[in-house]
C-alpha cells in the first residue's frame, strides 16, 4: 500500500520512514528520526501522515524553523492531493501574526506587548479591522479564499495578506484553517511560544488534540524551546526607559487624568517607578564593580532578592510591572517602547524566583564599541519545560533532521521512554564525496592552543585550499579563530577570497545583512572562490549550496563558548543524564555544527566533493576524543581516509579529483 505517496518510484528508505511513521500514528508514540538530506523526508512522513489525518479527522500541523522552509511541504501536498483524492483536500500557511497585522502601532511593539494589545482590542471590540470580520466578508471572497487553500495553497497567505480589504488578516487565514485546512504549515513560534500558542490553539483555535504535529529541521530545537522560556534584560534597556518616563511623563498623567485618575499619585507612582531602576541599574554596577574583569565577562550569578531589596518585594514588583505596561502603549501611540521589555522581564523575575532547578540566572557585562554594558540573564535549562505541554497536548509528534542523534534528542525534549526513533545513512553514492579526517597532534584550536604551531596550520590550510577543485567552504570554529587565521593565510591562496562579515566592522545590523548577503551571491557564482566563514555563523547552517559548492573544510572542533551559562548547564545535565554533561553542552553541539557544515557539499545526486575534518577533536586515536568520533554519522566513520600526513591529504583531494 502506498499510503498517498505521490511519486512513481521511492528511494532508498523512504518506504522505511512511511511505515515508522505510520506505526507512530497508529500507536500515538512520538516518532524521532535523523536522516540525509536527499532521502526525501518531508514526503515519505507527510504521505502517510496526511492519508491518516484524512481518515480519522485530524489535521497535520508542519512546523518549520524558517519561512522559506514553508513552500515545500505545500507543493508535496498539492501533488499528493492531485493524485490520490476525489473529495477535496485543502492546505495553507500562516505567518506572524505581528507581521500579518495592518495596524501601525503593531510594527513598534514586541513580540508580547502586540499579544496583549490585540487581545485587548479584540475583548473591548475596539479593532476596526477584527469587528465584524465574518459579515464583512464577502460570500464570493470565501469561494475564492477556499478554492486556493485546495487548489493553490502556497498562493493563499499571499493573496490574503495583500487584500486591501480592511479586515484582520491573520483572523481571516486562522479561520479559514480552523475550518477546512487538512495540513497547516507553520513557523516554530506557534507552538513553542506560550502566548502565540495560546492565541492559536486556545479556545477559539485549533484544537491540538485533534493535530499530528511535524517538526521539521528539528535539531534546533532543544536550543529553541529553551530561548522562548528565557529572558534577558541590558543596562541599557534600563537607562533608556528612564528617559523614556521622563519624555512621555505629562502625555501619561494626561491620559491616566482622563481615565479618572489624580495627578498626585500619578506622579508619585512615576518617580517610585523611575527610581526603582535607577536604584536597580546602580545596585548591579555596585555587584560588579566589585569583581575582576575575567569574572565580569564570564558571569555572576543574579538573586533578585539581593538586588531588589524592598520589603514587599512582589507587591513593589507588580506595581512596577503595571505601570510600564500603560507607559509602554502611551509612548507605543508616537514610537517603538523599551518599557515592556522590562515588565516582561520582572514579570519572569516573580515567575522563577524558586525555581533554582530549571532556571541559571546570572549577570555578565559586554563590551561594545569601547562601552561596556551589562546583562542580566534568566535562561531556562531544560528544553522538555517548554516542549512537554506540547507532547501531552498533541495527537502525537515527529520530528526529524539530518543531524539529530535520537538518543540524546529524546531525553532532552522529555518524550517517552517508548517513543519510536531511528537513523539513515546518506542515499547518495560514496564515489560522489571523500571524506577526511585529519587529527594532527597540533591540530587544537581552542582556547588554549590556537596560538601554537600557527605556521604549521597555516600551511596546512593552504595547501589543502590551493589541492582542491572548484568552490571551497573554509569554516573555523569561532570568529575569534577566524580573525588570527585568516589574514596570515588569504596573500596564499590562488582563489577568489571571501570573507564573512564580521559585526563590529558594520553601525548598523541593515548593513551587515546586506553585506552578509552580498558576499554570499558573490561566492555563490563564483567557480574557483574559497568563502572563509565561523561555525555559529550563517554560512555554515540552512544555506543550500546546490551545484555550486565542492568542498568544505572545518577547521578545529566548534565547541560552544565556556560561559557561565553554559556551566550550569553541565550541572544541570549532570544531574538529570547522569554525568554526561559537558558531552551534552559542548561535544554534541559542536558534532552537529560540523556535520551540518560538512552536509552544505552534498545536495543531489549531480554533487561531488571532498570534505576535510581538520583538528586533533575528530581522531579515535586519543582516548579523550574517542567519543567525539563514536557519534559522526556511520557514513562518514566508514568511509573517510584516516591520516595525520599533510601530504597524504593533499594526494587524497588531488586523487578524488582526477578521478
Ligand atoms: S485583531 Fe487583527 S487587526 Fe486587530 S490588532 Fe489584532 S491582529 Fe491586528
Not at 8 to 24: G, W
Request: net charge neutral; aromatic share 12%.
Amino acid at each position: 500500500m502506498d499510503f498517498w505517496f505521490p511519486y512513481d518510484e521511492k528511494r532508498q528508505y523512504q518506504n522505511d520512514i512511511i511505515l515508522k511513521t505510520l506505526e507512530c500514528l497508529k500507536s500515538r508514540k512520538g516518532l524521532i528520526f535523523s536522516a540525509p538530506t536527499g532521502i526525501g523526508k518531508t514526503i515519505s512522513v507527510l504521505a502517510p501522515a496526511l492519508q491518516f489525518a484524512y481518515q480519522n479527522n485530524l489535521k497535520v500541523l508542519f512546523l518549520t524553523n524558517r519561512i522559506n522552509q514553508q513552500v515545500l511541504p505545500l507543493k508535496e501536498f498539492k501533488k499528493i492531493k492531485d493524485k490520490f483524492c476525489t473529495e477535496p483536500l485543502y492546505a495553507g500557511r500562516i505567518i506572524s501574526k505581528k507581521d500579518l497585522c495592518p495596524r501601525d502601532e503593531a510594527k513598534v511593539k514586541d513580540l508580547e506587548g502586540f499579544y496583549s494589545y490585540c487581545t485587548k482590542l479584540k475583548q473591548e471590540n475596539e479593532c476596526k479591522f477584527y469587528k465584524g470580520l465574518k459579515q464583512k466578508l464577502r460570500e464570493e471572497d470565501k469561494d475564492i479564499f477556499k478554492q486556493l487553500l485546495r487548489d493553490n495553497p502556497t498562493q493563499f497567505l499571499n493573496v490574503l495578506a495583500l487584500q486591501p480589504n480592511g479586515l484582520c488578516t491573520h483572523s481571516l487565514i486562522k479561520q479559514f484553517l480552523i475550518d477546512y485546512a487538512n495540513l497547516v504549515v507553520l513557523d516554530y513560534n506557534y507552538l513553542l511560544n506560550p502566548f502565540i500558542r495560546k492565541d492559536f490553539f486556545g479556545r477559539t483555535g485549533i484544537d491540538l488534540n485533534k493535530c499530528i504535529v511535524v517538526f521539521d529541521e528539528s535539531h534546533n530545537l532543544p536550543e529553541k524551546t529553551r530561548e522562548v522560556a528565557s529572558r534577558v534584560l541590558s543596562s541599557a534597556t534600563i537607562t533608556s526607559v528612564i528617559r523614556e518616563i521622563d519624555n512621555y511623563e505629562d502625555q501619561y498623567i494626561d491620559e491616566k487624568m482622563d481615565e479618572g485618575g489624580d495627578r498626585d499619585s500619578l506622579e508619585e507612582e512615576l518617580s517610585f517607578v523611575q527610581d526603582f531602576l535607577r536604584k536597580f541599574h546602580d545596585d548591579v554596577w555596585l555587584i560588579l564593580s566589585k569583581k575582576a574583569d575575567k569574572e565580569k565577562e564570564f558571569g555572576i550569578p543574579f538573586r533578585p532578592r539581593e538586588i531588589i531589596k524592598t520589603s514587599s518585594f512582589e507587591k513593589d514588583v507588580d506595581l512596577v510591572v503595571d505601570v510600564l505596561d500603560d507607559m509602554a502603549e502611551v509612548v507605543e501611540k508616537t514610537k517603538k517602547s523599551r518599557c515592556s521589555a522590562i515588565s516582561g522581564f520582572l514579570e519572569k523575575v516573580l515567575e522563577t524566583l524558586n525555581d533554582e532547578e530549571n532556571f541559571v540566572k546570572f549577570i555578565n557585562v559586554i563590551k561594545r564599541e569601547k562601552r561596556e554594558y551589562f546583562s542580566i540573564n534568566i535562561k531556562c535549562m531544560d528544553s522538555s519545560y517548554v516542549f512537554t505541554p506540547i507532547l501531552k497536548d498533541s495527537y502525537c509528534v515527529i520530528c526529524f533532521s539530518g543531524t539529530i542523534e535520537p538518543t540524546y534528542f529524546k531525553k532532552m525534549l522529555g518524550f517517552p521512554e517508548d517513543t519510536l526513533t531511528m537513523s539513515f545513512p546518506s542515499p547518495f553514492s560514496s564515489d560522489q564525496r571523500r571524506y577526511i579526517i585529519y587529527p594532527n597532534a597540533y591540530a587544537d584550536f581552542t582556547l588554549k592552543h590556537r596560538r601554537e604551531n600557527i605556521e604549521e596550520k597555516c600551511s596546512d590550510l593552504v595547501d589543502f585550499i590551493n589541492s582542491m577543485k572548484g568552490n571551497i567552504l573554509v569554516v573555523f570554529p569561532s570568529e575569534d579563530v577566524f580573525k588570527i587565521y585568516v589574514p596570515l593565510i588569504e596573500g596564499r591562496i590562488k582563489k577568489n577570497v571571501f570573507k564573512q562579515p564580521m559585526n563590529e566592522e558594520f553601525i548598523t545590523s541593515r548593513e551587515f545583512r546586506k553585506e552578509g548577503h552580498r558576499v554570499l551571491k558573490d561566492f555563490q557564482t563564483s567557480k574557483n572562490g574559497v568563502l572563509f566563514t565561523a561555525a555559529f555563523g550563517s554560512y555554515a547552517e540552512g544555506v543550500d549550496y546546490i551545484h555550486v559548492l565542492q568542498n568544505t573544510i572545518v577547521v578545529g572542533f566548534p565547541f560552544p563558548k565556556v560561559n557561565y551559562e553554559r556551566d550550569r548547564l553541565t550541572e544541570y545535565f549532570n544531574n538529570k543524564f547522569e554525568g554526561s554533561g559537558s558531552f551534552l553542552t559542548y561535544v554534541l553541539p559542536g558534532i552537529q555544527k560540523s556535520i551540518q557544515a560538512a552536509g552544505r557539499v552534498i545536495r543531489d545526486l549531480k554533487d561531488k566533493g571532498t570534505i576535510i575534518f581538520y583538528g586533533k577533536q575528530f581522531g579515535k586515536g586519543d582516548w579523550r576524543y574517542r567519543r567525539y568520533f563514536t557519534i559522526l554519522s556511520q557514513e562518514i566513520k566508514d568511509e573517510a581516509i584516516y591520516t595525520s600526513e599533510r601530504e597524504e591529504v593533499i594526494e587524497a583531494i588531488k586523487h578524488f579529483w582526477r578521478e
